[in-house]
Structures are given as C-alpha cells and as structure tokens.
C-alpha cells in the first residue's frame, strides 16, 4: 500500500536521473524521502539501466506516492536524461535535482525553502564528499555568487565546487526561462554553464545543512580522468580551450568582451594551480 505524506499539490520537485546505479540508489532514496520537508514530489528517470535499478525504483513507487518512476525505453543520454525529469517537473515553485549516488541531510529542503529571497536562482548548502563506504573525505568551499557576476563566476577556481550548485534548489520560474540544451557539447560543460545561471540570479550557499557528493570509482568524472593512464584530467586542466570557448558562446552578448577579456586571465591562474597541485603530490603524496 502507497504511503502517502501529503495529498496537495508539492511545493518542490526533485528530479532524479539514474543510470546503473543500484549500488547507492535505495540510500539515495530513502535520504530524501526521509526529508523534514515534506511537501514534495521525486521524479525518477532511469536511463534504460540494466541491472536493479527498475527493481528498486518500483519498490518505494509502491511504498511512498510522492513518487513517479520513469524508465526510458534506450538509453538516451547523461544529459538528456538530466533535462527529462527537469521538463516533468515544471509545475512546482521549487526544483532540484538529484544524483543516484548522493545523501542529504533530513533538513536539506526545510532550511533551503526557509531562506529563499526574491532573485536568488539557485540556493544550496553544504558540500561533504564521501566515499564509497559513506565516509567523510573534504568539504568542497563553495562561493556564492550574486546576480550578474558573470566575469568572477568565470574566474573561480575549479576546486571551489561552482558546479555544485546544479544540484542546489532552484526557483523553479526563473530556471523555466534557462536553455539547457547545449551542455552537452564539451566535457566540463555543466560547470562553465554555471557561468550563464549567474545571469538570472544570485546563487547562493547557506550553512545548516549539508549534501554529501559521493566519489567513486564508476562516477562520470572519475571514468573520464581514467582515460590515457589519468592524463586526461590533467590536459584538460593545461589546455582548457574547449571549456573556455564555451563559456564565451553560452553567455549574453553584453557579457561576452569581458569573458574574453578574461581567459588570458583563468589561464594562467588554470595553469599555476597545477603547478602548486603538482608539487604538492611530488612532495607530500597528498592530491588535494
């Protein structure tokens, strides 16, 4: 029998994309069901997984009728599977989406609604990378970002974690007038396009309650740093000029001197950061 936290119409959508992930998904699920805030709807795509996700997703389907399970018929890609749950979840004043391998605290929706202002975009909190096993690696330090600073979005620092704010919670009207469907052109395209949100509204991070971003072995990015013995991830960093052209096309026209004016700029920045990551390994063996 569905179990049921509310009959009115959900205040916040989450929408969350899974391929192949029955390693992590029931825990995935369970922390946002297990939220405080309870006045949401889950929107799950599953991208033609072929082991126990369908299993798993139908199972709390029939438990909790917050959620709707979708599966795709093939798979139709990382990216268009990120906007499907997106288009099905326009009829909520808030959106978020979710990974398959991530946790949240119970809190996460209650605080993130609770300090909403009028032109914020995309409000979040906390980053706690965990492993495997659920235990704590780092928090990432994420900056906040006010409307319009488009430039010093561009600038920041890769490590700072910009592109966190994807799965931050977003006013649901502002992110209907944004146009997603060039992030899949370039590797690295869902952190520059953090570059094009700022433009719609502040982005904003909020202490009091914490994601925690799971590193693992089969995630996207660490399948792409694998690539030539993991150099990839290192000449990607050297020679960011696929990213950086990007950015320069996804911005407003009235943006787009600046952004040129600053690639020189992140360039050398890109650049040193390596060096200091790189001596840091030779000398002490620590990546981060």
Not at 42 to 71: F, H, V
Not at 154 to 180: A, P, V
Request: proline share 2%; with cysteine; charged share 20%.
């Amino acid at each position: 029998m569905k179990k049921s936290k509310t009959n009115l119409q959900p205040i916040a959508c989450i929408g969350l994309f899974v391929y192949n992930g029955e390693n992590y998904l029931e825990e995935s699920i369970k922390s946002l069901l297990s939220q405080s805030f309870e006045s949401f709807e889950l929107i799950i795509s599953d991208n033609a997984s072929s082991d126990g996700t369908q299993n798993i997703c139908e199972k709390y389907a029939l438990l909790d009728s917050r959620i709707r399970y979708y599966r795709q018929e093939t798979n139709i890609g990382i990216f268009n599977n990120f906007r499907f749950v997106k288009e099905k979840g326009t009829h909520a004043k808030y959106f978020m989406w979710a990974a398959h391998d991530d946790l949240w605290d119970k809190n996460w929706l209650e605080v993130l609604i609770a300090n909403f202002k009028v032109g914020d975009l995309s409000l979040r909190g906390t980053v706690i990378n965990i492993n495997e096993n659920g235990s704590t690696l780092w928090k990432t330090n994420i900056q906040s970002f006010k409307k319009n600073q488009v430039v010093k979005t561009f600038l920041d620092n890769e490590s700072h974690g910009r592109g966190f704010y994807w799965y931050g919670l977003f006013d649901n009207q502002l992110l209907q007038k944004i146009d997603l469907t060039s992030l899949d052109n370039v590797f690295g395209s869902d952190t520059y396009f953090i570059t094009s949100l700022v433009q719609y509204g502040n982005l904003r991070v909020v202490e009091g309650t914490n994601q925690y971003y799971r590193q693992h072995t089969m995630s996207t990015t660490k399948k792409f740093s694998k690539d030539w013995l993991g150099l990839r991830r290192y000449i990607y960093h050297t020679f960011p000029i696929s990213p950086y052209l990007y950015c320069l096309r996804i911005v407003k026209p009235k943006y787009k001197p600046l952004i040129l004016l600053a690639i020189p700029i992140k360039y050398v920045k890109s650049i040193f950061l390596q060096i200091i990551k790189l001596l840091r390994l030779i000398f002490t063996g620590r990546k981060y």
